[in-house]
Structures are given as structure tokens and as C-alpha cells.
């Protein structure tokens, strides 16, 4: 292609995304191609004289990419067809009405109907294909909104316009003449589970993710906004601390985030832009992701002594960027009440990075689970470093073997599986796998690569564990205890406690006291608690919990003492008994 053989110094300022596409558009192998990712976005271009302007995507693509060169179309459901210039709509009709002159309505050439538009523009382009294979006239399609064209679903269930355009776009990726003709189609789509599978993994359409922006853009924003006065920023704030905590953001997120604070004539402030941040995400997710607040650091935790060793490392070597000898995620195994989900928080404040939770993203709409895993993953990227947390990941997740739900969830595993393994994340996006039953997470999820660290909590087995967890917990919810020996309690009431149970005493001491018209909480009041407490009525449930996450354990030095002699054939025996007891 000799525009981009002449331009190839002009290709190499382009963005990573649009110097791939350009990079395969030259090589005249493709006719057929789908942006899709952060297509809704402002996206930036840095002019020879260094200064950045911000475009919509169409617009990127017609004037940075093909330089408003020839001709080039416009098409959605809503618009119809729509080109480039006024000059090439007119060139255009005339055309048509001498290749169609029993046409009365010019109107119809320019339809919102995909049959109409398709098959006049197809004719259009094969016609205004050079005879003289040494002249050029590269046309290029454009059609937004790509997902409303060719929807995801079974073919059986297509609608015959449905069916006409996705024989027309696949026809159109294979015809030779597109190619000698220098005919392109471009589909633009927020997510690429969002159109049919049979056109998105067709290997003769090219696929090109546009990312959300660095921080190196974001900056680049900010400073145009900054220069153009609207943006205010709060003393001793600038723009690269804007651009470093707004990850996650685009610049449409970042845009309106500063249209709403300039519309209040207020300066932006950081504990602003956390808030906003975290809003905005959420909104971005659709409520597929929730922010974990935490005030808490592993000092809030009582015992487990070597998991909250091993994340004091992991903490010292992101601090320290060391991001390299971080595992690509954690196992956290463990009975119920232990404080699994509470340490990982913990973890998150210490090492001062967001964590969010998954939500529940499956939908009984066909298509739409993919598409929103695939809107999830992509925030996620942008937001790195993040943490995520997938509570009751055995549930959660789910296998390669599910059926009966036309392969959705072997896809959404495979996806899932995919993008934890990605090395590419190693330290920037840290996986917590949390389980009460390990032995029911996929192999696929637990092995070396994925979640890699294996980590168990168990409940305290020595009185003065139980006793530092009592005043750990007592710590964390900041209630007013009279002093008194609490072991003399723990002697007389002899149970099991997990972190849940003493938690649960002491609020039950501190609504005794609270009834006596009191804020403190005496002797009298915890062992009234005490003496009413009825431990678990699970205890084969607890002791299976115990035993598969002892197997699961990767260090002896985590397990109870009693625990850490036994075999691991008897362990796996006791298992099995235990099972076969609850009918597993």
C-alpha cells in the first residue's frame, strides 16, 4: 500500500492500537475489521508541533489514519448513511440514480435499513473500483454500533435482515475484489462478545482492542483543560497526581468529572476524585464491580502469623516495585468465621492499592454474560494496580465441564482462566480466590500461574490465640471494655470460637450493656453472652473445611500443630469419610 509505504515515519507516532490496525490495513490482507473497547472515548493525537488534540473515533479514524483521503462512509441504525463530506454524498447519489435510475426517493441510497444501505453501497464501491490497476480509490466503511447489525445468539434465531447482513459482512471479509479494490469495512463495538461469534471469530476479520489511556494521556488531558481554564485544581495538586489516581477512568469519565466540578466553581480536590473515581467506575461497570472500603491494615489481624507475613513481603515488594516476584494471585482457604475476606482487605490497605469485588455478572440473556465479563476485564486493565477480590470463588466461577447453558459458562471460565494467567498483570492486578472448599475450585484456577500462593486460616487453637483475637476484635470495633482476665472466661466456656463467633459475643455483650443504659461493657455482660452461646450445628461441615484447606495448604509452618504430623493419605481418607457421611 503506498500511502502507508510513504508514511511509515507518520505511523510510527500513532498509538500502539491504531499503528496495528494501520500496520495491517497496509499489508492489504484484510478487508474487514473490528475496533472495539474504549471506542466511545476521546481519543488523543499529538500534532508535529507537539500539541494534542482530542477527537471521537470516527473522526480518528477518517483523519488520522486515512488522512480524509477518497472516500469515506458513516453507517448506523440511526443515522442511516452518511459520508465524510458533502461532496462525496453527492457523487455518491448521482451515481446511483444512473446505475438505478427507477429509483424515485434519493432518500432510499442513504437508508437506515442495513438491506437498502448494504446493497447500494456494495455496488457503489465495486463500481467506483479503478479499471487502471495504477489508480487509487481507497473507500472505506465505517459502521457504528456494529453490535445492533450482527447480534450474538443462534443463527436459528436470526432475523432474515439479521441473517443478510452477517452473510453480507462475511462475503465482504473474503471477496478478492474488496481487497483489490482497496474496499474496507470497519466495525466499531464496545464489547466483542456483543456480535455474533461467527463474524468476531472468523479468522478473516482482523480484531484491534482500543485500550483506556495511560497516564501519560490522561496528563496530556488535564494539561489541554488546564490551559483552556477549566480546571482548578487544589493547592499543591497537579496534573500528573490527577492523571496517577485517576486510573481506571477515561477521558470521557475524566471530561465529565470536570464539567461538574468547574460547573461549581470549586477547586478539584483529591479525596474528590476518589469518590468520583470509585462513582464513576461503578456506573462504567454497570454494578458488575463494587469498591472494598477499608480502614483497616494487617495489624488489625489477630494470629495467622505467616499468611500476614507473606503479605507483609508482598506489600514491602510492591512498595519497592518489584512487581516481578509477585504471585499472579492468591488462594485463601479456611472454615467458615475465620476472617478471610477481612484479611485480604487488610492486605489492600496495607499496600494502599483499591480492591474491588465481583458481582454477579451472569444474565439469562444470551450473549450478555460475555459481554459483561469482557467490560469487566477491560476496567480492570485500566485500573491497575488493583486487587480483586471473588468471594465463594468455588461457586463463583464455576468449571469447564458446566452444561446446559449453550457453553456460556465454559466460555466465561476460559475467559476468566485467560485473563488471570496473563503475565503480562503480574503484580498489577493481584487475584484472591476465596473458599471455604478449595477441593471444589477448578484445577485450571489453583494452578501455578493463576492463583499460585495457597494460603489457609484456621480458628484459634491455644487460649492465648483466642485471647489476642478478643482483643484484636475489641480493637477493630472500637468498643469500651472494663478490664477483667477474659481467659477465665475462655476457661470456663469451652467451645471453638472462630473470629465470627467472638465477634458476634461481643455485640451481643455490647447490646446487654447498651440496655442497662450503658456504652461499656463489663464481666458480667461477655459472660452472659458466653453462657447463652451455642456453638455450630455443622461440626462434620467445619472438620471437611479444615481438611481441604490443610491439603490445599503450600507451607507446613500455616497448618495447627495437630494437623501439621498427619499424612497426607490418612487427610485425604478422613476427607473422603466425611463426604460419603454429608452425601457428596
Given at each position: ?97 444512473k446505475?438505478?435510475p ?31 490497476k ?23 434465531r ?15 471479509a ?23 461469534p ?44 490527577v492523571?496517577?489516581?485517576t ?12 464539567s ?52 507483609k ?36 490497605g ?79 492486578i493481584?487475584?484472591f ?15 501455578q ?33 472494663r ?24 455485640i ?50 500455616m ?26
Amino acid at each position: 500500500m503506498n500511502y502507508y509505504s510513504k508514511n511509515k515515519d507518520y505511523i510510527d507516532t500513532l498509538p500502539d492500537w491504531a499503528r496495528e490496525f494501520a500496520n495491517k490495513y497496509g499489508s492489504k490482507t484484510a478487508n474487514l475489521y473490528i475496533l472495539h473497547g474504549n471506542i466511545r472515548d476521546y481519543l488523543p493525537h499529538q500534532s508535529n508541533a507537539g500539541e494534542f488534540t482530542f477527537t471521537r473515533i470516527q473522526d480518528y479514524i477518517a483523519e488520522q489514519i486515512f488522512g480524509n483521503q477518497n472516500i469515506i462512509v458513516f453507517y448506523d441504525r440511526s443515522s442511516g448513511v452518511v459520508f465524510l463530506t458533502e461532496t462525496m454524498a453527492l457523487e455518491y447519489q448521482n451515481r446511483m440514480k444512473k446505475l438505478y435510475p427507477d429509483v424515485d426517493d434519493i432518500s432510499d441510497f442513504m437508508s437506515t435499513n442495513p438491506e437498502e444501505s448494504f446493497f447500494y453501497l456494495e455496488k457503489y464501491f465495486l463500481d467506483k473500483v479503478p479499471r487502471d490497476k495504477r489508480e487509487q480509490c481507497r473507500m472505506v466503511l465505517i459502521i457504528d454500533y456494529a453490535e445492533t447489525i450482527v447480534p450474538p445468539g443462534d443463527l436459528g434465531r436470526y432475523s432474515e435482515e439479521d441473517r443478510f447482513c452477517l452473510v453480507s459482512l462475511n462475503r465482504w471479509a473474503v471477496n478478492p475484489l474488496f481487497t483489490e479494490g482497496d474496499i474496507s469495512i470497519i466495525l466499531l463495538t464496545e464489547n466483542l462478545a456483543d456480535i455474533s461469534p461467527r463474524l468476531a471469530g472468523s479468522p478473516a476479520t482482523v480484531k484491534v482492542s482500543v485500550p483506556f489511556p495511560g497516564e501519560e494521556v490522561r496528563k496530556n488531558y488535564l494539561d489541554s483543560k488546564l490551559r483552556d481554564g477549566k480546571l482548578i485544581l487544589d493547592r499543591g495538586l497537579n496534573t500528573a497526581q490527577v492523571a496517577a489516581i485517576t486510573n481506571g477512568l477515561n477521558l470521557m469519565n475524566l471530561n465529565r468529572l470536570i464539567s461538574e466540578n468547574h460547573e461549581t466553581a470549586e477547586v478539584l480536590t483529591l479525596e474528590y476524585l476518589r469518590q468520583k473515581k470509585k462513582e464513576i467506575i461503578e456506573t462504567e461497570a454497570a454494578g458488575l464491580l463494587e469498591f472494598m472500603e477499608t480502614g483497616y491494615n494487617l495489624s488489625h489481624v489477630s494470629g495467622h502469623n505467616f499468611v500476614k507475613k507473606r503479605f507483609k513481603n508482598a506489600a514491602k515488594a510492591i512498595k519497592l516495585g518489584r512487581l516481578d516476584v509477585l504471585p499472579m494471585g492468591y488462594l485463601i482457604a479456611g472454615p467458615v468465621g475465620t476472617g478471610k475476606s477481612f484479611i485480604v482487605s487488610a492486605f489492600a490497605g496495607e499496600i494502599g492499592i483499591p480492591m474491588v469485588k465481583f458481582r454477579n455478572f451472569r444474565s439469562k440473556w444470551q450473549g450478555d454474560t460475555e459481554s459483561n465479563l469482557e467490560r469487566i476485564l477491560n476496567i480492570l486493565k485500566s485500573m491497575a494496580p488493583v486487587a480483586v477480590m471473588i468471594d465463594e470463588a468455588d461457586a463463583f466461577l464455576g468449571d469447564r465441564d458446566q452444561e446446559g447453558d449453550s457453553g456460556t459458562s465454559n466460555r466465561v471460565f476460559a475467559q476468566i482462566a485467560s485473563f488471570m494467567g496473563n503475565t503480562e498483570y503480574r503484580g498489577r492486578i493481584i487475584w484472591f480466590l476465596i473458599t471455604c472448599r478449595p477441593d471444589l475450585v477448578p484445577i485450571d484456577l489453583k494452578r501455578q500461574g493463576r492463583a499460585e500462593e495457597h494460603l489457609a486460616l484456621f480458628y484459634p487453637e491455644s487460649a492465648e490465640e483466642r485471647e489476642d483475637l478478643f482483643k484484636t476484635l475489641v480493637r477493630k470495633l472500637d468498643l469500651d471494655i472494663r478490664n477483667f482476665p477474659v481467659s477465665e472466661l475462655f476457661k470456663k466456656y469451652k467451645h471453638e470460637y472462630s473470629g465470627a463467633d467472638l465477634e458476634a459475643l461481643l455485640i451481643r455483650a455490647k447490646l446487654l450493656a447498651a440496655m442497662d443504659d450503658r456504652v461499656f461493657i463489663r464481666k458480667e455482660d461477655m459472660e452472659e453472652a458466653m453462657s447463652d452461646f451455642v456453638p455450630a450445628a455443622y461440626p462434620h461441615e467445619i472438620e471437611l473445611q479444615n481438611l481441604v484447606a490443610v491439603v490445599e495448604c503450600t507451607s507446613k509452618e500455616m497448618l495447627p500443630e495437630r494437623l501439621q504430623k498427619k499424612l497426607r493419605s490418612d487427610l485425604i481418607r478422613e476427607i473422603q469419610e466425611i463426604k460419603t457421611l454429608l452425601g457428596e
